[in-house]
């Protein structure tokens, strides 16, 4: 049982370039989710999903796409990165997509780095 | 959006209880209260959650007072290995209806030995 696992680990883009970031979940949950962290900073949700087919905006969504085509996989895609998008990021999933849940199980993140 | 206001950090020594407070004022009927714990260099793992008075698990106690405007994660007789930054979140309801789980900035506890 792996849980939540993120793909690549650390990543250099040059400004512009496109890339997938992916996050695959073997528990079978509902809800999946991704967050960005700056240094010192809390997290911030970019792009959440409830099932298999639909998503939905979180705080910071401009400059990133997401698709939930399937229950485990939760690829979050960076159009044309920009500096500003350097951070490190992580995906979540839970079971359950309501208010209670038995906590959001978070992947080991990977670290971007845009120059 | 229910908002948390929580102190940004806190020094505490090992071996003794730490509290941490979450203010919570617009908290929604159906919201729950989630508090999770973060290393340097991991994501964050979830610690304990509450909906309304007294939750207690094998690593914390979590207490939410009848108004629900405010909570508070007790962890007892700390350790060094306690160090690291703690998030109260409430839960909300996002356009789908699913559940849109928003993180403040969180405290960073340090333990001294």
């Known amino acids: 049982n792996a849980g939540v696992t993120q793909t690549p680990k650390f990543q250099v883009l040059k400004t512009g370039q496109s890339m997938t970031l992916q996050c695959a979940q073997d528990m079978n949950h509902e809800y999946m989710s991704w967050y960005r962290q700056d240094p010192g900073m809390g997290l911030r949700l970019i792009h959440y999903s409830v099932g298999a087919g639909i998503t939905d905006q979180g705080e910071v969504p401009n400059g990133y796409n997401v698709s939930r085509s399937t229950t485990e996989d939760f690829p979050l895609r960076l159009l044309s990165a920009a500096p500003s998008q350097t951070s490190v990021y992580f995906c979540?999933?839970?079971?359950?997509?309501?208010?209670?849940?038995?906590?959001?199980?978070f992947g080991s993140g990977t670290r971007l780095t845009v120059v | 959006l229910a908002k948390t206001t929580q102190p940004i950090s806190m020094d505490s020594y090992e071996g003794q209880e730490v509290n941490i407070t979450c203010s919570h004022n617009n908290i929604a009927t159906n919201d729950y209260i989630t508090w999770y714990q973060q290393f340097p260099s991991q994501g964050p793992r979830f610690i304990i959650q509450g909906y309304k008075t007294k939750v207690t698990n094998e690593v914390a106690s979590l207490f939410i007072p009848a108004d629900r405007k405010s909570s508070t994660l007790s962890l007892p007789r700390v350790s060094l290995s306690d160090t690291a930054v703690y998030y109260c979140l409430v839960g909300d309801m996002g356009g789908t209806g699913g559940f849109k789980t928003i993180f403040g900035a969180g405290t960073r506890l340090f333990v001294k030995a």
């Open positions: 979540a999933s839970s079971y359950h997509a309501g208010p209670e849940t038995s906590g959001y199980t």
